[in-house]
């Protein structure tokens, strides 16, 4: 396109619709811990939004103010449509939410997962959100059961030692 048919404000203004973030279909399930990390994401955004908000004027500043306007409409509605779920009210005698699962694959090496809300699901510490494959895998199960973890990379047949709350 042309120079001539781009507005000059129009430049200085892309980039600065962010898209708004997903929001699953899903129950929004939350340990007490993911609840408290929803308020403090909360708090943290805010606060960075004060921060900014007498710079608004700059453009790198505005787009930045964009994208948390844009997150903290998101995480307030996920505090919104939480709903808590206490661990230590399940019965034990099957692995549900808020479950830590420690599990054997077929070549013995051991890992340990808990079954937790979407936002807070992080796989770098081991937590699974309860819509993923393994969660689903794991849930209802007790200890001797085997399941098989349905993965992009292949299944694998997990047996389960042991869980608690």
């Given at each position: ?10 430049l ?21 811990n ?9 708090e ?46 399940h ?14 694959d ?60």
């Amino acid at each position: 396109m042309s120079r001539g048919f781009i507005k000059e404000d129009d430049l200085e203004l892309a980039g600065t619709d962010v898209p708004e973030r997903p929001i699953s279909p899903y129950p929004n399930y939350v340990t007490p811990n993911g609840l408290i990390q929803l308020r403090e994401k909360i708090e943290q955004l805010q606060s960075q939004r004060e921060k900014l908000k007498p710079l608004k004027d700059d453009t790198q500043v505005s787009q930045r103010l964009g994208t948390i306007d844009r997150d903290l409409r998101y995480f307030e509605s996920r505090l919104e449509t939480s709903i808590l779920v206490e661990p230590l009210e399940h019965n034990h005698d099957v692995i549900l939410f808020g479950a830590y699962v420690e599990v054997e694959d077929e070549d013995g090496q051991e890992s340990i997962f808990m079954i937790v809300g979407e936002d807070e699901a992080d796989l770098s510490v081991n937590k699974v959100s309860y819509v993923s494959p393994i969660a689903k895998a794991l849930i209802g199960r007790k200890i001797g059961d085997s399941v098989i973890w349905q993965r992009p990379a292949g299944n694998i047949e997990l047996h389960i030692k042991k869980f608690h709350y």
